[in-house]
């Protein structure tokens, strides 16, 4: 069955330093997406990043990147140089690809990140 | 270029009630998602709209309605509302294909039921 397991309910991490949230999946379907949003206390959901899970590199986009080993099944984020306003719920998120059509969502429980001065 | 909207922003109803949330998709999109977000939960997907029809559904009751209109703004309907009702609604939107594309978010209607 499909499911996302985010086994970190919050973290900490000092302004400027990298930190690592973790993230597993299943799946049966050998081809599917997996993707990083942030959501502020606001509710937003805001896009990170994306990666492919026939991608051969980790994708990067700025200050984010994603450590895909595939084997293992996980898809952990890394926010390098971290700053006050990267203080929000992270949540990771899968969607097969089964039928070619444009699938659902599904979320993990999500990381609650503060960033300290 | 706008992004997804929705609407109202809050809403308080009673059980027993029917309310009615919109969206409108970001441009170029023609696919639209609904999401349910319980506090202190991640969102859980409660349908998906195509060329006007349902495509898929999650699992929630048929109380959960929804409609797509020709221009691809999109409603929510929820009948006989319960308590457990009270959630963040967000509504998502992509292109038809777009599977290495992110679905993009508006930013919700929370729905407080007393």
């Known amino acids: 069955a499909q499911k996302i397991t985010q086994t970190q309910p919050g973290m900490f991490v000092q302004e400027k330093e990298a930190v690592t949230l973790d993230c597993t999946y299943d799946?049966?379907?050998?081809?599917?997406?997996l993707f990083w949003y942030k959501q502020p206390s606001s509710g937003e959901m805001i896009f990170l990043i994306y990666q492919g899970s026939y991608d051969q590199q980790n994708a990067t986009e700025g200050r984010y990147s994603l450590n895909f080993q595939k084997a293992r099944k996980s898809a952990n984020l890394v926010i390098s140089a971290s700053q006050l306003g990267d203080s929000a719920m992270y949540f990771c998120?899968?969607?097969?690809?089964?039928?070619?059509?444009?699938?659902?969502?599904?979320f993990g429980t999500g990381t609650l990140l503060a960033v300290q001065p | 270029d706008a992004g997804v909207t929705q609407s109202p922003t809050h809403l308080i109803k009673t059980r027993g009630q029917q309310v009615t949330l919109r969206c409108s998709p970001k441009s170029g999109h023609d696919t639209v998602s609904w999401y349910q977000q319980a506090l202190g939960q991640g969102p859980q997907f409660i349908f998906q709209?195509?060329?006007?029809?349902?495509?898929q559904r999650g699992n929630f009751p048929d109380r959960f309605s929804g409609h797509q209109f020709p221009n691809y703004s999109s409603e929510l309907n929820v009948n006989a509302l319960l308590l457990g009702d009270s959630a963040l609604y967000l509504c998502?939107?992509?292109?038809?294909?777009?599977?290495?594309?992110?679905?993009?978010f508006g930013d919700g209607t929370r729905l407080s039921i007393l």
């Open positions: 799946t049966s379907d050998p081809s599917y997406g």
């Open positions: 998120a899968m969607r097969e690809n089964y039928g070619g059509a444009t699938n659902k969502l599904i």
């Open positions: 709209y195509y060329e006007e029809e349902e495509r």
């Open positions: 998502a939107s992509s292109r038809t294909g777009g599977f290495f594309q992110p679905q993009h």
